[in-house]
């Protein structure tokens, strides 16, 4: 394991963000996550995005938020797309395969993501 990132959301506060700047959700998350429509799985991909930045040890700002992508598998289960600048970033570091697990309930959304 090269990194380990770990965020928790508050899914009331998050909501209230969304419905304050109706243009956020666009601004965080690609097309296909806006799709998932309810707070507390937007919030959870959100944890994700943040949590990535922490498996790569970096802070805000050092990729743009539609670099890490969470997409669902066949199976149900949660992938990362990881491109742009994450993936240069993950590319520098050695890191070629992602692990992440995300819950949420209807108060709060965690992640944890490894970066192998």
Known sequence: MIGLGVDAVDVDRFERVLARSPRMAER??????????????LAARFAVKEAVMKALGVGL????????????????????LVRGTAATLADGLGITHWMVSLTHTDTTAVAVV???
């Open 28 to 41: 965080l998350f690609t097309e296909d996550e806006r799709r998932v429509a309810a707070a507390s799985r």
């Open 61 to 80: 700002g050092a990729f743009g938020w539609h670099d890490v992508e969470t997409v669902r598998t066949e199976s149900g289960a949660p992938e990362l």
């Open 114 to 116: 490894a970066a192998l």
